[in-house]
Each structure stands twice: as C-alpha cells, then as structure tokens.
C-alpha cells in the first residue's frame, strides 16, 4: 500500500449505492482507504441509484451505514473529509437518455473513473450502452463487476460480450472478494516462499485436501435470487473453485496478472469433469429444514419469507473432484460449502500422507498424517499439525499431536487485518488486475459447474434434507467416508 501514486487516483462512481452490498462494503472499505491517507484528496465518490435522494439525505444514509458497519470507532476529521467527497445522481440504469444527467454531474470530476457495477449482472449491459451513448467511456476507465456472472456459460457470454463492446479486457475487473483475504494471498507466500511446502505440494506428498466454506446464515431475504442461483452457481463456481486453482496451480513466471490468471486457468481447465454417469458418486445436494442453531429455533429453506414450498433449490454442496494433470493425478479435492451449518467457519485442510513406516509403535500405534490448515475465517490464520515427544526422563519415548500455530490476530497483535473489498478496491484504483478474474477463468469455471447442475438436472433427484444447525446430510459424510476419509470439523 505504500507504494500507491496519486496520479492513478479516479473519481469512483457506485452503481447501485443504496443497495446491501454499497452500505456493507464498498462504502466502509473507501473510508478505511480515505483513515489510511490512500486516496487522492481531490477523489469524488458519484453514488447512482434509481431512489430520489438530496445530496444531504445521501450524506446522513452513508454515514448511518458507515457508523453500522465499520468495526472501529469512526475518526472524525477522516469523516469529514469523506463527507466532502460524496455526490448523489439518481438515475433509472435502463434509460439511455437519463445518463446525460450523469455526465453533467461527473463534469467536474477527473477524466478518469472507476465505475462499480453494484447491481444484478442483467443490467450490466445497459448500463454500458447508457454510458457509452452520453460518452463516458475512455481507455483509461475502469469497469468493476460482481461475480457470479450469470446463471451458466451461456448467459455469462451474453453479458461479458455486451460489456466487452464498451470496454476493453485491460479494463475490466471482475471481483471475487475471497481473492482480497489475506489467508487467500497467503497462498502464494505460503507455496512458492517456503520450501517445506514447494517442493513437497504435489501427489507424491499430500494425500487429499478439503475445502470448507460454511455459513451459519440463512438467505437472509434474498429468496428471489438465491432460489434461482442455489450454493453451486453462489459459492462453489464463484468462490471455492477460485482457492481450489491458487491451490493447485504451476509457480507462475511473476507476480503479474496476467502470469497468475494463465496457471489458474490451466487448473480449471484440469478438472475432472462430472457427469451424469458419476454424479452420483461425486456429489451431494442438501436443503436445510427446520432446526436450531446456538440453541435458537430457525426455520427451514421451504419455511423461509416468501419462499416456494416446492423449491428444488440446494442450499448445500459437497463435491469430490480431481484435477488430471501431472501433479494432482489421483489426489482427491473434496469441496463443502452451506447454509444454516453449525458455524460461520471457512478453512483449506492439506491432508500429507502417512509415514510408510512407524518406528514409535509402543508409544502411537498409528501415525496420524501431518496436516496443514489455513483458516480463511472467522480466525485467519495457518496452523500446521505435527507430532512432537512429549517431555520427561521416562524411558520409554512418548509422542504426541502437536500444533505449531499462526494466528495472525496473534502473531500480528498491532496490525490491522485489511477487509477483502479494502484491498480490492485499492487495486482497482491502481490498475492492478492480479487479483481480479478474467474472462477466460470465468468461462471455464461456468462450464464445469454447468456439468453439474446438468448431471443434477437429468438425474431429476431432490436436494437431501438436513437440519439447520448441522454440517449437512448424512450423504456427505458417506461420500468422503467411501475413501476412508473423513470431514475435518
């Protein structure tokens, strides 16, 4: 962050401001840039949504979402400066004509922007045309775009060519917040830093790995989308498929964007596809029901506000999947993410294999593997099992599990730990790409996942049910167990 140039400073224009994603975020994650001195002091932040608002009522709802959402005590003299940096247009995003109103209100502002497509994907396209028609586009623009992209790879196509008749690839940021974790970064620090790990990463030394994202959330109102996008498009062809190719990818030549997107899209396009024939074998579907969670009573995915009691949607997935390449061939990645589980709780667990042969018998009849667990959240982190004498003068030698553990709110007491969109946003501002998504990742991910939710829908077979408070149907621990292998909880 030290090394940021004023002169790539832009005026950021929210489309989309009033909604949850602005008020939660985007908006917390600017004036943590603005407390931290990193963005240039002449910047504007342009908020267009379609609500009727005078700029003093914009003013009084950011700074309520700001006093909401920002962990911290709020710094006065930081808010007042930030406070002299809004600017409110309301604008409906589907009439072409009303974006005349938006140019006038940028004309005073800098030449360059970032424009923040906080809004449904459907309507990315017409906000493109609307831009492109009052002439609001140059080459130095930037464009930022929510993930998931669409419901398949063929809507995904339709919308990313759309935008790409208005802006260049350079140009485009498609953002997945997991990629601004710091324990996701890490990644790279922790592969291709050290040693231990670079040169035993690969099938000769680890057994299996396991990815978990788990929500103990519900879908908090949001039936309407979530009932037609469901945990596979929302989470595993959004979020884990993005740490699954970090995870698995070739060292890349640098650090460049374009260095790091190349490995990982060569993992994606590694992965086993999953069909009708194996899905079966491969995955499980789970739909919560009514249970309890930290004692309290919740209601099932069909009991939810405004829900379709005959919703085949899955709020739970889990997956076993291969990559065929020359490093993975024969390690199983087992995937799980859902809603209403026991705990918000997300973590990577490298399972090693076990020592061929044990010379501490008489003290541990089986050697347990050696594990290596990054804790993406709620405690960031990495912590690696390993087995350890347990101290004394007896003479028979005793060994135990051990932990050597990083804790980042440990080892790094004094230092804050940066939000994703923080992060994100900070390199968007500096035209950075590397860790944003680019097209061709986006595609690949859409077509694996796509298989799937074929093999789903030719199979015709209804979601498992389980609890809420649970860690999903019973079928997931069958399909792990099969392997003689079972879920880290």
Same mark, same amino acid.
């Given at each position: 962050?030290?090394?940021?140039?004023?002169?790539?400073?832009?005026?950021?224009?929210?489309?989309?401001?009033?909604?949850?994603?602005?008020?939660?975020?985007?908006? &917390?994650?600017?004036?943590?840039?603005?407390?931290? !001195?990193?963005?240039?002091?002449?910047?504007?932040?342009?908020?267009?949504?379609?609500?009727?608002? $005078?700029?003093?009522?914009?003013?009084?709802?950011?700074?309520?979402?700001?006093?909401?959402?920002?962990?911290?005590?709020?710094?006065?003299?930081?808010?007042?400066?930030?406070?002299?940096?809004? *600017?409110?247009?309301?604008?409906?995003?589907?009439?072409?004509?009303?974006?005349?109103?938006?140019?006038?209100?940028?004309?005073?502002?800098?030449?360059?922007?970032?424009?923040?497509?906080?809004?449904?994907?459907?309507?990315?396209?017409?906000?493109?045309? !609307?831009?492109?028609?009052?002439?609001?586009?140059?080459?130095?623009?930037?464009?930022?775009?929510?993930?998931?992209?669409?419901?398949?790879?063929?809507?995904?196509?339709?919308?990313?060519?759309?935008?790409?008749?208005?802006?260049?690839?350079?140009?485009?940021?498609?953002?997945?917040?997991?990629? !601004?974790?710091? +324990?996701?970064?890490?990644?790279?620090?922790?592969?291709?830093?050290?040693?231990?790990? $670079?040169?035993?990463?690969?099938?000769?030394?680890?057994?299996?790995?396991?990815?978990?994202?788990?929500?103990?959330?519900?879908?908090?109102?949001?039936?309407?989308?979530?009932?037609?996008?469901?945990?596979?498009?929302?989470?595993?062809?959004?979020?884990?498929?993005?740490?699954?190719?970090?995870?698995?990818?070739?060292? &890349?030549?640098?650090?460049? @964007?374009?260095?790091?997107?190349?490995?990982?899209?060569?993992?994606?396009?590694?992965?086993?596809?999953?069909?009708?024939?194996?899905?079966?074998?491969?995955?499980?579907?789970?739909?919560?029901?009514?249970?309890?969670?930290?004692?309290?009573?919740?209601?099932?995915?069909?009991?939810?506000?405004?829900?379709? =009691?005959?919703?085949?949607?899955?709020?739970?997935? @889990?997956?076993? +999947?291969?990559?065929?390449?020359?490093?993975?061939?024969?390690?199983?990645?087992?995937?799980? +993410? !859902?809603?209403?589980?026991?705990?918000?709780?997300?973590?990577?667990?490298?399972?090693?294999?076990?020592?061929?042969?044990?010379?501490?018998?008489?003290?541990?009849?089986?050697?347990?593997?050696?594990?290596?667990?990054?804790?993406?959240?709620?405690?960031?982190?990495?912590?690696?099992?390993?087995?350890?004498?347990?101290?004394?003068?007896?003479?028979?030698?005793?060994?135990?599990?051990?932990?050597?553990?990083?804790?980042?709110?440990?080892?790094?007491?004094?230092?804050? *730990?940066?939000?994703?969109?923080?992060?994100?946003?900070?390199?968007?501002?500096?035209?950075?790409?590397?860790?944003?998504?680019?097209?061709?990742?986006?595609?690949?991910?859409?077509?694996?996942?796509?298989?799937?939710?074929?093999?789903?829908?030719?199979?015709? =077979? @209804?979601?498992?049910?389980? &609890?809420?408070?649970?860690?999903?149907?019973?079928?997931?621990?069958?399909?792990?167990?099969?392997?003689?292998?079972?879920?880290?909880?």
């Amino acid at each position: 962050m030290e090394n940021f140039d004023y002169q790539s400073a832009s005026e950021i224009v929210i489309f989309g401001a009033l909604g949850d994603l602005s008020r939660r975020k985007l908006l &917390p994650a600017l004036y943590q840039l603005d407390l931290a !001195g990193l963005l240039n002091p002449a910047s504007r932040i342009v908020g267009v949504a379609r609500q009727e608002h $005078t700029p003093e009522e914009f003013e009084a709802l950011v700074l309520e979402n700001l006093h909401t959402f920002v962990k911290e005590s709020l710094d006065q003299e930081t808010i007042e400066r930030f406070k002299a940096r809004l *600017v409110y247009q309301t604008l409906d995003f589907k009439q072409i004509d009303a974006y005349e109103n938006l140019s006038e209100t940028l004309a005073n502002g800098h030449d360059t922007r970032v424009y923040y497509f906080s809004t449904p994907p459907d309507i990315y396209g017409d906000i493109g045309s !609307g831009l492109n028609a009052a002439n609001l586009i140059c080459s130095k623009d930037r464009v930022v775009m929510e993930k998931p992209i669409g419901h398949c790879l063929a809507s995904s196509i339709v919308i990313n060519d759309h935008v790409s008749k208005y802006f260049a690839e350079s140009q485009i940021y498609r953002i997945d917040h997991y990629l !601004g974790k710091e +324990t996701v970064l890490n990644l790279l620090v922790l592969r291709f830093a050290n040693s231990l790990f $670079t040169n035993n990463w690969d099938r000769n030394c680890i057994d299996h790995v396991q990815i978990t994202v788990a929500e103990s959330v519900g879908i908090e109102g949001r039936w309407g989308f979530y009932d037609e996008a469901g945990q596979m498009r929302d989470m595993i062809q959004n979020h884990l498929l993005q740490i699954l190719s970090l995870l698995a990818m070739e060292p &890349p030549a640098d650090l460049g @964007a374009d260095s790091i997107r190349d490995e990982k899209l060569k993992v994606l396009r590694a992965l086993v596809p999953i069909t009708r024939f194996n899905v079966k074998d491969k995955t499980v579907r789970g739909q919560y029901t009514d249970g309890f969670l930290n004692g309290i009573a919740v209601p099932g995915y069909l009991n939810e506000e405004d829900s379709n =009691e005959n919703s085949n949607t899955e709020t739970f997935v @889990a997956i076993k +999947t291969e990559i065929d390449n020359w490093r993975w061939k024969g390690v199983p990645f087992y995937l799980r +993410t !859902g809603k209403r589980m026991p705990a918000k709780h997300s973590e990577i667990v490298i399972h090693f294999k076990q020592q061929p042969h044990n010379i501490f018998k008489d003290s541990y009849a089986d050697l347990p593997s050696n594990k290596l667990t990054i804790r993406l959240q709620p405690d960031e982190g990495v912590e690696l099992e390993m087995m350890n004498k347990i101290p004394g003068i007896a003479s028979q030698m005793k060994i135990h599990e051990n932990k050597l553990d990083l804790s980042f709110s440990k080892t790094y007491k004094n230092t804050r *730990v940066v939000e994703a969109y923080e992060r994100l946003m900070l390199e968007v501002i500096n035209g950075n790409q590397s860790l944003f998504v680019r097209r061709d990742e986006v595609e690949a991910a859409w077509k694996w996942a796509d298989g799937i939710i074929e093999a789903w829908e030719d199979t015709n =077979e @209804a979601p498992k049910p389980y &609890p809420a408070g649970s860690w999903g149907p019973v079928s997931s621990i069958a399909l792990i167990a099969r392997d003689d292998r079972q879920w880290v909880e």
